[in-house]
């Protein structure tokens, strides 16, 4: 895919060169950045970028599109990616522009929009912030640790943004752990970092052009925490109307991007050491926010039931069958009930079509997923009308399962393919409009009494038929 | 007529509700440890089904009989599809098929666990049909009431022990039952059936050969005692012709019937009955006298080519001579000096005596009883059953697993000894008609006959309230232990599960990479192959003793030794079993003077298993061990930094009592432990990679230890040369 991209890039960058100028993807320079605060949040899993802007139309006719480069390393794991006005604290229409590439300066970039409320008049400006969180590219340094040792993890990012548009006066923080220090390259730049109120300032820098040669800053800092990844979750949400249930179902790949351990796990330690109870980079438990008033939990893995979970105040506390250090991998299953009528609404006027709308996610906190495929299953019957997810999908598929009882063409399955989610994002909802027919509710039961009656009935004539060649 | 048609509906009715109580009570007694535990396969033998199952299940039947298992057995691999009985995993897998196709498609685990349950209640029925051949329905019902609940059954057939037997006593009740039919009818259908099940008996047990042996004994006798006839003649020829033909086409059996000599008394006895049969006819033709000496020649002509042909047959080896298993069924020390493999396997030890009271209880004393009945009467299928008595107490005196078989006839033979009792005890008819006639009878007589039954049947009817209880009880305590996951508690008494097994074979499986070699002792390569899905040196299905050995060798040899031998079958993890820490007295170390003989019997210059005993004979881990004890891998992966865990000199092991000194244990130079369980029960190490410089691990370990020791040194001294100066 990304070297798909790449390579549609460099056709257009050769076509651009034969041509001449005139490109419908240089973006016009109509702004200008007064102000660019980059404050980079390393306290989760994965990394949350908050870039607070002061811009000013320098066009001749009002604008109210915002464009902002995204850096390329980034780009194919951003999660998030919203904007909002500084005072008023309201989001704005926002979007990546995923399959365009731009150029700025003759470089390719990627780039998402932001579309201002009004457009600003030349020579005004405004305050904007954008939120970013992708996933982290921070690595553990050094590579192994002992049990015990604090985990520290160094971050390789760009020192200088990559923008559009210029950039008058350029800020970079970091935030969100105890300790920064700054790793020097030989011949690199001399150190224009400090620690300030937990906080690690670079800059402030003046002037920068459009797009400026990559120039990276690696920070080393302590983050004595696991770094818990999904690589695939498979969340099964079964709605039964018989039951009036809505049953969860959902699958874990679960890994630890957190040190590994130098030497092999000594549990001899491990218990001395009572590392079970220190914050440190392995995993012990995983806490799930559960929808309210959930019922019959369970916890399972490739190997059978998982006996050390607890269910409290609408939380699921799993302990894993063993601590997960990092680079260890840990797969299971989890599941549970929830009353079908927290769920689903029936559409005023219309008997038989009905709205239900299911959380994202019930992950721990603090993860990052690389790929989710969610599936709703609706009774077999059940005909889609609508599907509406708020978050980016990859795919969304409508296709059918065979599962308990189904004698027809099988449960409707609404099967939403996701890519680099956050757990954040746990409190959208996605949203399926589905016509259920009353017939379609009998009909199951139904040919289900048929087909016992006509097996006993064959039954009891056969036990009568005398089979005898002479009486 | 339309009172008995109403009495006949009301005795269907009757025992249509008996039965399905029966396989209730069968069924949800084997669920004691699907509700304590969980649905899950027990034990080792069933995860190696198992897995088999879902093989079949995910490749097809054909792929699955041609299934080479490069997973087993490394660097040999298993021609897995043609060394096991397909029986089981076959009929699993239609059962999961069939299921899916009424719309419930379930699990293959769950239909894997509850396998055995299910099939419990098909004995219960062909135990019910088998008895009423031989008295009448009220026995067969008794018997069928016996077998549902009876432990010696139980034991193997719980929920989640999807093992061969579990299918096997119910093909050996319907086959024995189709062929008492067939014997007493001639009805070729019936034969025909036997002869089926037998083929299916053939596919799921190696058990079959108790079937093979004792049909034709039955056969034998009958025509001994002069009971030859022709129904006799058509059943049996029927039954072998069509058994053993279909019986060949299991890959497992293939030519065995014709080559091997656990076969030949049922070709014996066709050829014998061929042989009869064209006596009887001669017999019919000839006079008495001239029959006679026809006779007397031709036997002693037939008995001299029969035992001539069967020992030039065996010499040139045509046909297999007796297995080990074979030989040990008659001595029982044999295993024991011979093949130590299958002396240590703890099923084939000779049963103790309460363990007939402890799965059979009240049946077993009125199991002789019941055979002495059947004397009294001596009907052909009553030979029948008492050859079977006889040859199976035997045969579960030897061994304690062959319980499983005698069960059943113990079953059979109680209910017909109640059913009797009943009969004469329980029949208060007789009264009434007595009292009209007014014999002359007293009315004392008439009191104490009535207290007599009321007492004798109070009595049974107590005595089976007690056997309901008693089975129950042991079904529930002694049974039903997944094994693989033990019940404790926590410290505020709440029931808590160890889980070591899954938790390692878990952690295996998700941090090891896929083609990762497992050396352990044969008794967990099942359970490696099924839940940490890895590849194993040795499992349970113990073909090949000398790779076993290796393994034994392996863990009785010095750590340096053990690393090349281990080294050269390409190893990554060793696994080993330690309950030293939590009392869990089922672990390696019990087990290693198996290892230790085991690989004696191949390398008896190397491995000695003196050598590991005390100078006063004692089997010790403490201080007194012995030196090479001391030196073994298993010894140091057993209890590696064990006394550290107490005050890092001296560890007290759980299991056997004694204190594990550190200094006997010493430090680990070619292995490196990379994961042990939450009790210590199961402990992983990595073989070590060749050191970088060259050097042989152990001096390379010695070198850092020393550098690390020598690093210390030179700061402690440098004060005193400081107040020198």
Known sequence: MLAGTRLFALILAFLHYVIGQANVNTLPACWENVD?????????????ETVQLHIKNVDEKPNDQYYFALPEENFETVALFSAKLKKADVFLHSAILSDQTFFVNGKPIKAGIVKLPSPIEPGKDTFIVIDLVYKSSAQPFPGHLKLGETQRLLLSTAKYPTSAYPIESYTLKFIGSSSFEEVKKVGGDEASCSNVNDEFICGTYS??????????????????????RVSTLNRDIWASHWASTLQFEEYYELINDAAPLKEGFSRADYMKGQHAFKPSGHLTALEMALPPQSEDHYFTDLVGAVSTFKFLQGHLFLKPRYPIFGDWKYNFTIGWTNALSQFLRVESGLDDTFLLSVPALNGPDNTFYDSVNLSIYLPEGAEVVDVWCPLPTDSTKITTKHSFFDLGQGHTKVAIELKNLVDTVSDSEVFVRYKFSNSSLYKKPFSIATAIFVASMAYFFLKHTTFLIEQ | MAQSQALRWIQLLLKCTIFLSMTGAAVSSRLFSVIRFESIIHEFDPWFNFRATKYLVNHGFYKFLNWFDDRTWYPLGRVTGGTLYPGLMATSAAVWHGLRK?????????????????????????TYHLTCEIKDSGAGLLAAAFIAIAPGYISRSVAGSYDNEAIAITLLMVTFMFWIKAMKTGSIMHSTLAAVFYFYMVSAWGGYVFITNLIPLHVFILILMG???TRLYSAYTTWYAIGTMASMQIPFVGFLPIRSNDHMAALGVFGLTQIVALGSFIKSQVSWAKFKTVMVVSIAFLLAVGVFGLFALTYFGYIAPWTGRFYSLWDTNYAKIHIPIIASVSEHQPTAWPAFFFDTQFLIWLFPAGVFLLFLELKDEHVFIIAYSVLCSYFAGVMVRLMLTLTPIICVCSAVTISKLFDVYADFSSKATDATVASPISQKTRIMTLVTKLTVCGTFLGYLYLFVYHCTWVTSNAY?????????????????????????????RMNTADDAKVASWWDYGYQIGGMADRTTLVDNNTWNNTHIAIVGKAMSSPEEKAYEILKEHDVDYVLVIFGGLIGFSGDDINKFLWMVRISEGIWPDEIKEREYFTSSGEYRMDEAAPQTMKDSLMYKLSYYRFPSLFNGVEGTDRVRGQRIRQ????????????FTSENWIVRLYQLKEQ??????????????RSSARGFKKRIAKKPSVDVRV
């Open chain 1, 36 to 48: 660019y605060v980059r404050t980079v949040d390393v306290s989760r899993t994965y990394l949350q």
């Open chain 1, 207 to 228: 002037s920068l052009e459009v797009h400026r040669e990559e120039d990276s800053i690696s920070v080393l800092f302590d983050h004595n925490l696991p770094l818990p």
């Open chain 2, 102 to 126: 009424i719309g419930l498609p379930v699990d293959i685990r769950n239909v894997c666990v509850m396998f055995a349950p299910a099939f419990s209640g098909v004995t219960a029925w062909a």
């Open chain 2, 227 to 229: 009971r030859y006839s």
């Open chain 2, 480 to 508: 039903s232990s997944p094994s693989v996951v033990l019940p404790s508690r926590n410290q505020d008494g709440s029931p808590a599960l160890i889980d070591d097994f899954r938790e390692a074979y878990y952690w295996l």
């Open chain 2, 663 to 674: 200094q006997d244990v010493g430090e680990l130079d070619y292995f490196e432990e990379v």
């Open chain 2, 691 to 704: 050191d970088p410089l060259g050097r042989d691990l152990h001096s390379a370990g010695e070198f850092a």
